[in-house]
C-alpha cells in the first residue's frame, strides 16, 4: 500500500472538479515516481487514500485545512503534539473531530477560515478520487498497474 494524502491533491478547494489543480497534478507526478519505482523492483502499488481522525490537528493526517469543520460554535483547536498514545479515542470524545466527520458524510461542510458554507465537501473527495484514477490512467505506466483501477 501507498499512501496518498487527500491534502496533498487539494490543499485548497479545487473549484474545477473535472480536472486536476497544478498542485494536485504536482503531487501526482511524484508519487509516479514512487509507483514506477517500486515497480522497477518488481513491487505492485495499491493507493491507498489514507486519513486517521480527519487532520493533523487533531492528532490525525489526511484532510485538508478546509475540509475542517470551523465556525462560530467550533473554533480551530491548538495542534495536537502528535505524541499522544491514545489517538484514536478522538473518534469518540473530540467533539471537533466528530463534528467534522459529521459535515463530511452530511456533505455538507462550514469552514468559516475559508469562506465555506453548506460545502460539499465529501463529493470533492469522490471527484479527487476519480481524477487521481484518470491521471494515473493518462500516465506511461504499466498496464498491470492500471488496473489496480478497474
Known amino acids: 500500500m501507498l499512501l496518498v494524502s487527500w491534502k496533498g491533491i487539494e490543499p485548497k478547494p479545487n473549484p474545477n472538479l473535472d480536472e486536476l489543480s497544478i498542485e494536485g497534478q504536482q503531487y501526482l507526478s511524484y508519487v509516479n515516481q514512487i509507483i514506477n519505482a517500486l515497480y522497477a523492483r518488481d513491487l505492485y502499488v495499491i493507493l491507498d487514500f489514507h486519513q486517521d481522525i480527519a487532520h493533523e490537528i487533531y492528532g490525525g493526517d489526511g484532510f485538508p485545512d478546509w475540509a475542517l469543520a470551523i465556525d462560530e460554535n ?5 495542534a495536537s503534539n502528535l505524541r499522544d498514545r491514545k489517538w484514536q479515542m478522538a473518534y ?3 467533539k471537533l473531530v466528530k463534528k467534522t466527520l459529521v459535515s463530511f458524510w452530511k456533505n455538507d461542510l462550514t469552514n468559516t477560515e475559508f469562506g465555506l458554507q453548506n460545502f460539499p465537501v465529501r463529493t470533492h ?3 479527487t478520487i476519480g481524477q487521481t484514477g484518470r491521471f494515473f490512467k ?3 505506466i504499466p498496464v498491470d498497474i492500471l488496473r489496480l483501477w478497474a
Open 74 to 78: 467550533h473554533k480551530r483547536p491548538k
Open 92 to 94: 469518540m470524545i473530540n
Open 125 to 127: 473527495l469522490e471527484k
Open 138 to 140: 493518462s500516465q506511461t
